[in-house]
């Protein structure tokens, strides 16, 4: 038996200065436990909560997991069951795959959920792909997606930083097609960082659009962070509509959360009519889930430009409806009939339908253009039967409009 009990280790804990001494303090008390008894204490701890019962219960986590593991793991998971980064679980996870990543990884696929598999599976894949990079590729390449095979975005990532000609080669061995563009990317991803133009050459040199698409998402992604300018000029020589909004997704995905204003005062350099439109949404869409009038002010500039216009009123909108609803359906009110305010309503409907069903349907049916009008009010009436399917069918009786309501047998 151990001298000292854990209520007297969590007092000493209370009287220690400072947080390294009460790590030091745990980690002692820790040490002289047996595998029994840290699992008692463990299990005593994960129902009294408190900072020192924290820092004990981490120091007899680490002692278990040098012992067992995936004991220690299992208990980790119970305290921290979504195993979120920076917790119990991955604290374990993360050493025990210091020594004995495949054992974590076949423990990782026995986990109930997809998300544990995951959370708990990619430490192993990190440890293993740090050491060797072509093994973890080879496994994880030969694995669907579902199984495993997803971590070769891991796999794919570490060999293209020690060898990017090696990663291109393993890259054409893969044979699922999911798997292939996972790797595509970060292979992409990494080449582009410290050689773009080789990987613009790879973009190019792929004769099969499906092929391009995940290569040209992750150019744009990479070429978005240093030159919007750049970016486009290597968007406006895809011929591809489809490789071509792949590369656009990319770089507007990047800028979601950072500055667009470069991209935004460049934009109407790209010369595919259709991919400008869809960038001038995109652009307005996110502006204004910050400020919707800042991306109102910049739709009504595009005067040269019709169809980007119309789009990037449609962004603005959807925006403005995630922002302020009420305040997006007031300013809709004074649009009058037109283009513009026919782009707004769509924007609109496609971000609300979702919270208040009703009153989109009641928007839907302002819509002006019969075949648009038809096409919105099929859309809200499917989501909103699959929510409240006798509030649905209720409104579309009253307003005359049954005929699009889709039943499901």
Do not use: C
Request: proline share 3%; hydrophobic share 45%.
């Amino acid at each position: 038996m151990v001298a000292n009990p854990l209520s007297g280790v969590l007092a000493d804990l209370a009287l220690a200065n400072g947080d390294e001494a009460r790590v030091a303090l745990a980690a002692a008390y820790s040490a002289r436990l047996s595998r029994d008894e840290l699992v008692k204490n463990i299990r005593d701890l994960q129902a009294q909560p408190g900072t020192n019962q924290n820092v004990v219960l981490r120091a007899m986590l680490k002692q278990l997991a040098a012992q067992a593991p995936s004991v220690a793991l299992q208990l980790a998971l119970e305290k921290d069951p979504r195993a979120d980064n920076e917790g119990l679980a991955a604290m374990v996870a993360e050493q025990w795959a210091a020594t004995d990543y495949a054992g974590l990884y076949d423990y990782s696929r026995t986990l109930p959920s997809d998300r544990l598999k995951y959370r708990v599976g990619a430490h192993a894949a990190f440890a293993w792909a740090s050491r060797d990079p072509d093994a973890a590729f080879q496994y994880f390449s030969g694995l669907s997606m579902q199984d495993g095979g997803g971590f070769i975005g891991i796999a794919a990532s570490e060999l293209a930083k020690r060898d990017p000609n090696a990663a291109l080669e393993a890259l054409d061995k893969i044979q699922n097609d999911r798997v292939w563009d996972r790797a595509a990317g970060k292979i992409t991803e990494i080449i582009a960082r410290k050689a773009p133009e080789q990987a613009v050459a790879l973009l190019f040199d792929q004769d099969d659009p499906k092929a391009a698409a995940p290569i040209a998402n992750a150019l744009g992604a990479v070429m978005a962070e240093s030159s919007a300018v750049e970016g486009i000029s290597v968007l406006n020589r895809l011929e591809d509509s489809g490789v071509a909004y792949s590369f656009l997704y990319g770089m507007l995905g990047k800028l979601r959360d950072g500055d667009v204003s470069d991209f935004a005062a460049n934009f109407s350099q790209i010369k595919n009519e259709n991919v400008r439109a869809m960038a001038a949404r995109s652009v307005a869409l996110d502006v204004a889930r910050q400020d919707p009038k800042e991306a109102l002010a910049w739709a009504a500039t595009l005067t040269n430009d019709e169809l980007s216009r119309r789009m990037a009123f449609q962004g603005a909108a959807s925006g403005y409806a995630a922002n302020d609803p009420q305040a997006a359906a007031r300013w809709f009110e004074t649009l009058p009939q037109g283009a513009e305010r026919e782009s707004a309503i769509y924007g609109f409907i496609e971000q609300y339908q979702w919270r208040q069903p009703a009153d989109s349907a009641n928007w839907a049916l302002k819509i002006t253009n019969a075949e648009a009008r038809q096409r919105y009010l099929r859309s809200v009436l499917t989501n909103w039967s699959r929510r409240d399917a006798d509030a649905a069918r209720t409104w579309a009786t009253q307003t005359g409009n049954l005929q699009f309501l889709q039943t499901r047998n």
